[in-house]
């Protein structure tokens, strides 16, 4: 393996838990909710796949279980904010507080146990292209679930009528009501796949990515998976571009680093913020007209009795 | 019994000639002791060698002493979590991060009765005291066995900010890798995060790609050592003992024993001796510990445990004189024989044969 393809290697893994929160967000926010709790899903899916991964010693049962605690944290979210109608900020932060605490309770009997990597599948011809093959297609399935995913989402929300009545659910909420579309319910699935993703890139970064649980070992991820949402326009195009400049951009920083070229390491710290707010910036100017959030985002909707 | 109380009934009156003059000297009975932690305690390094102490203390005293802790607790919005503590009853308050200076010496000012304890800092007051511990020690003993054992002639280091701790330990384990090879390269990166197990992980593997073989860290968790191992390449464990994470990779580690300082201390605030004091100590006072040499030939460990004698027999000191820079200039010798303890814990240089640059 020549030190390209290892760069390479490490920025798929240091993108793809970023890609696959941020897609579940924005698939919530363009109906309309936003889930500030992406954090906390994300510390209960690490927490809770890594306990089942190690208790039934299967990476299935370990993804299934992160998946499903990422779900269940975004359920009572969105008992709060749709049951109850809630404030979606002051809810989504209370989730945060409270899956980054209940994550440390759960992981706790596991602090210390360790998971050996999981296995590469190589997909016949195609890694066999020179540099891009080894990248995309020597992978675990994680990284090409996030690729799958990427796409599916795309179709979904712009080829499908299902995708599109969850968009106008998300630009006005009111009218799509008035035109009997399903308001609570789309909404409440869309909660639902959001924390199921953030479940997904918890299970990924607890079990491929460090392959240990500590308490608060997200590190702010899910907060970079909210921001990518708003830069990349809540497209899930955009959204591929935005994760992946900023994971290569934190691995080349640390390369630069160790290669001594000489520049702050304070300094590169903060590339990966800067290139991905740039090059996203870029691309929304080059389209011409700007692109908004969705018109109801972060607005409660009350039906009317 | 009846002594006890005639002792309290002395001690009362003691205490009220002694407070009239403003020295307040108490023992207690029963106390409360806090602490502050900046990483939560499961880190398996900093954070969780504190509660490890915090542990002790409870042990040493049991039914006289109650702790509580907070765990990470950021530096910048530490001040409330240190005053919680301080209203809420306790004798004494650990706050075990270098970025807790300001706001404890603030909360220390408020609250001149409770005992404050901060470590790593350098600012005190009469009723805070700091602590310190010489890591570096450890780090050139870890650096001789990184020099013996290299194979690409080229030695690692992650590290979590330029800051002096963290370049003292760098020289260090450098010094102690060039006194057994001289021409002995080393890379450096810094991760800018004390606590972020991938990002840690990758900074070890963009060293590791980058032909590094031994693998030292200064960040929290056992990411690192584990990126070494998955390599087959060795690595060194920091502030605990990583070796379950790492059993192969894992060559020693360097832990932070915090048990007998702070079972000292909680003691002295028992008995109303408990003073002001800056505490710096290292191998010899125990509050530096190698875990067992493991993974090494023979000839390796015997050098490393020699050297580990001398450290702790005070004849060998890694930052003895001369100490050249990294311009080829000698620094300054301003302790005894070796650089002072300021010229340590304020150092803000490479030593020569570093090639990088310290980030400003």
């Not at chain 1, 008992?79 to 994550?103: M, P, R, W």
């Not at chain 2, 290292?282 to 050297?307: C, F, R, W």
Request: net charge neutral.
């Amino acid at each position: 393996m020549t030190i390209f393809e290892a760069i390479l290697l490490t920025i798929v893994t240091a993108s793809t838990p970023l890609l696959i929160a941020a897609l579940g967000e924005l698939v919530t926010e363009r109906a309309g909710v936003l889930n500030l709790g992406v954090e906390g899903m994300m510390a209960m899916g690490a927490a809770c796949s890594f306990a089942a991964a190690v208790s039934f010693d299967s990476t299935l049962l370990g993804v299934a279980a992160g998946i499903l605690a990422g779900a269940f944290m975004a359920a009572l979210f969105a008992l709060v904010v749709l049951g109850f109608a809630a404030n979606q900020v002051g809810s989504g932060l209370a989730l945060t507080i409270f899956g980054l605490g209940l994550s440390g309770l759960i992981g706790a009997p596991f602090v210390g146990a360790r998971r050996d990597p999981i296995p590469h599948v190589d997909v016949p011809i195609l890694s066999d292209i020179p540099y891009i093959g080894r990248l995309f297609f020597e992978q675990d399935l994680f990284v090409y679930a996030s690729f799958a995913l990427t796409i599916l989402i795309a179709v979904y929300l712009t080829r499908t009528r299902s995708g599109l009545t969850l968009r106008s659910i998300g630009e006005n909420h009111t009218s799509a009501n008035a035109l009997g579309l399903p308001v609570l319910r789309t909404r409440f699935l869309a909660i639902l796949f959001g924390g199921a993703c953030a479940g997904l890139a918890g299970a990924y970064l607890a079990l491929v990515y460090t392959r240990f649980w500590s308490p608060g070992m997200t590190a702010g991820r899910g907060w970079i998976a909210l921001a990518l949402v708003v830069f990349a326009a809540w497209r899930p195009g955009w959204l591929l571009i935005g994760a992946y400049i900023f994971g290569a951009a934190t691995v080349l920083q640390l390369h630069a680093q160790a290669a001594q070229f000489g520049v702050p390491s304070q300094v590169l710290s903060a590339v990966p913020y800067l290139a991905t707010i740039i090059a996203l910036l870029l691309l929304s100017l080059r389209h011409g007209r700007a692109i908004g959030a969705p018109g109801s985002l972060g607005t409660p909707f009350v039906p009317d009795r | 019994m009846f002594s006890c109380k005639l002792f309290g009934a002395v001690a009362g009156v003691a205490v009220a000639a002694l407070s009239a003059t403003g020295a307040l000297a108490q023992a207690k009975d029963k106390i409360k002791v806090g602490f502050i932690y900046v990483g939560p305690v499961g880190d398996h390094g900093w954070s969780y060698q504190h509660d490890q102490g915090r542990q002790a203390i409870e042990k040493a005293f049991p039914g006289k002493v109650t702790t509580t802790f907070v765990e990470s607790v950021p530096e910048a919005d530490s001040e409330r979590a240190i005053e919680q503590l301080a209203r809420t009853g306790h004798d004494l308050i650990f706050t075990t991060s270098f970025g807790f200076m300001e706001p404890t010496l603030k909360v220390a000012k408020k609250y001149p009765n409770i005992k404050f304890e901060h470590a790593t800092g350098f600012k005190r007051a009469p009723n805070l005291a700091t602590y310190a511990a010489k890591f570096h020690e450890g780090r050139y003993i870890i650096g001789q066995i990184a020099g013996k054992m290299t194979k690409s002639n080229t030695i690692g280091y992650v590290g979590a900010f330029p800051i002096p701790e963290v370049i003292a330990g760098i020289n260090a384990f450098y010094l102690g890798a060039q006194s057994v090879n001289p021409d002995v390269k080393i890379k450096i990166v810094f991760a800018n995060t004390w606590y972020d197990p991938a990002k840690e992980g990758d900074a070890a593997k963009a060293l590791l790609d980058q032909g590094v073989d031994m693998l030292a860290q200064h960040t929290d968790s056992p990411a690192p050592i584990q990126a070494a191992e998955a390599r087959g390449k060795f690595g060194f464990g920091q502030a605990s003992d990583m070796e379950r994470f790492a059993p192969k990779a894992q060559l020693t580690a360097i832990v932070d024993n915090w048990n007998d300082y702070y079972v000292e201390r909680t003691k002295a605030v028992l008995d109303g001796t408990w003073k002001s004091q800056d505490v710096w100590g290292g191998i010899d006072s125990h509050m530096v510990v190698m875990s067992p040499y493991k993974n090494m030939p023979d000839d390796v460990k015997k050098l490393a445990q020699e050297t580990e004698a001398a450290i702790k027999a005070g004849t060998l000191n890694p930052f003895k004189c001369p100490v050249i820079g990294q311009d080829g200039k000698e620094i300054e010798c301003k302790g005894n024989g070796a650089l002072s303890d300021e010229q340590v814990l304020g150092m803000n240089f490479y030593v020569k044969g570093i090639e990088d640059k310290i980030p400003q």
